[in-house]
């Protein structure tokens, strides 16, 4: 039985695979790999079924060693990945031996990558997920220095290809398509405008959770209405008192009284996932 030990966990990482489907009406937030384009690549360079559990590193600094000989590969987030101090580089196939150490640099493009391993983490279900929620509590713990994650059986073939083209960079300011709504109208025509038009920052108030976002100035309200909780989807766009945008992430709330001014596509949301501190972000509605 192989399995990968904790060296250093870095600044943040968790066990995710594609989540808790189904749950929403219950409360329970999907959670999941935040960039699930990087996961799933992760997975498929180590023939793993798309599902299965790899770890998500936000901010790098990961080190595992391998207990047994294993197959690993990182995606998303630029880093420079070594081998017991050698460089293998990312995107890329890596076999391991017993006892080799695998680490994961600070990104130097985006925020968080993954490493999969061949056969996935093998973690206890909670709600048919392996993954972290982290505004819940559900799910495994964050990784910790001397964790022993257990290798699973989720593979299949191995594929051809060893490496697959790293992630373009991103442009500036990047842009996020959207849908206006599902409250655009609770905003004033001027708002709604600035929303699209406007560029937006990022703050260093990021997490799995959401994003903060400021810019030139407050969004404005045209109705002041006390707004009953509503359910919420991943990608939502909602707007505190303060009037500057919040843009939902993976472990959002499944429901919130503020109004939603509009909703980031699906497709876009890897892209939301890698954003950093300091970068610039445009909304774009979709016609």
Do not use: K
Request: overall charge negative.
């Amino acid at each position: 039985m192989a399995w990968l030990e904790v060296v250093n966990p870095g600044i943040f990482t968790t066990v995710q695979d594609h989540g808790r489907i189904g749950y929403g009406a219950d409360g329970v937030t999907a959670s999941g790999a935040a960039d699930r384009t990087a996961h799933d690549a992760a997975n498929r360079l180590v023939g793993n079924h798309p599902d299965a559990a790899a770890l998500e590193v936000t901010g790098g600094g990961l080190s595992v060693r391998s207990v047994g000989d294993t197959i690993v590969a990182i995606t998303g987030a630029r880093v420079d990945v070594t081998v017991n101090g050698r460089s293998v580089g990312d995107c890329a196939r890596v076999r391991l031996r017993d006892q080799d150490v695998v680490s994961v640099s600070a990104p130097s493009e985006g925020l968080r990558s993954y490493l999969a391993v061949r056969g996935g983490i093998d973690v206890p279900e909670v709600l048919g997920s392996r993954s972290t929620d982290t505004l819940s509590g559900t799910g495994p713990a964050p990784v910790h220095t001397g964790d022993r994650l257990l290798v699973g059986a989720l593979a299949d073939e191995l594929p051809c290809e060893e490496q697959i083209p790293p992630p373009a960079p991103a442009g500036d300011p990047v842009e996020l398509r959207v849908r206006t709504g599902p409250r655009d109208d609770w905003f004033t025509p001027a708002s709604v405008r600035a929303l699209l038009h406007e560029s937006w920052t990022v703050t260093p108030q990021l997490d799995r959770v959401g994003i903060r976002l400021r810019g030139p100035g407050p969004l404005h309200r045209s109705r002041n209405d006390e707004l009953p909780s509503e359910g919420m989807v991943a990608g939502s766009v909602q707007v505190p008192p303060e009037g500057h945008p919040v843009l939902f992430l993976a472990d959002h709330p499944v429901t919130g009284g503020y109004p939603v001014i509009a909703v980031v596509t699906t497709a876009d949301l890897p892209t939301a996932a890698q954003l950093r501190p300091g970068r610039r972000v445009r909304f774009v509605r979709l016609i």
